[in-house]
């Protein structure tokens, strides 16, 4: 009966990114990370999926490669669940290190997936809030592109 249990957790936390060598992480280990993490949910592969984000959210903070910043009226979703800080950091980070074009409203179609994948973690009230969310940021990009 373990066995089969096991196996289970193989499949669902299976593939996961092999740890960087001597447990410090790069730049390819932390996109190769992120993308893997985004992929579950808050509540899968708990014991993995908390050494990723403390890998990767140490690299980012401590990289000239990459610089996060949020400006938090633009992000409710960002002070409404505290969960979700980390996970939206590394979103951003991640479209940075990838070259991808500023876009916070694909950012925030990320981390709303991500909250879908998470087990408990989207309620109608966050659910509110990300439409608020998206409103604000395509409201913002229209009086950016009017300005230019």
């Known amino acids: ?4 249990w096991f196996c289970i957790a193989c499949l669902l936390c299976g593939s996961f990114p092999d ?14 990370a992120i993308e893997w993490r985004l992929d579950r949910g808050a509540n899968s592969c708990t014991d993995i999926t908390q050494a990723i984000d403390a890998l990767s959210l140490e690299w980012i903070a401590n990289t000239p490669d990459v610089r996060v910043e949020i400006e938090t009226e633009d992000w409710p979703v960002f002070t ?12 951003i980070a991640l479209e940075s290190l990838l070259e ?14 991500y909250t879908r ?7 109608d009230e966050l659910k509110t809030v990300f439409e ?3 409103l604000l940021l395509k409201s913002n990009a229209s009086k950016s592109k009017s300005s230019k």
């Open 1 to 4: 009966m373990f066995s089969q």
């Open 19 to 32: 740890w960087p060598e001597d447990g410090v992480a790069n730049k390819e280990w932390v996109i190769e």
């Open 80 to 91: 409404f669940e505290p969960a979700l800080q980390g996970t939206l950091i590394q979103i």
């Open 100 to 113: 991808h074009k500023d876009n916070d409203v694909k950012v925030l179609k990320k981390l709303r997936r």
């Open 117 to 123: 994948r998470s087990d408990g973690l989207m309620t």
């Open 132 to 134: 608020e969310n998206l």
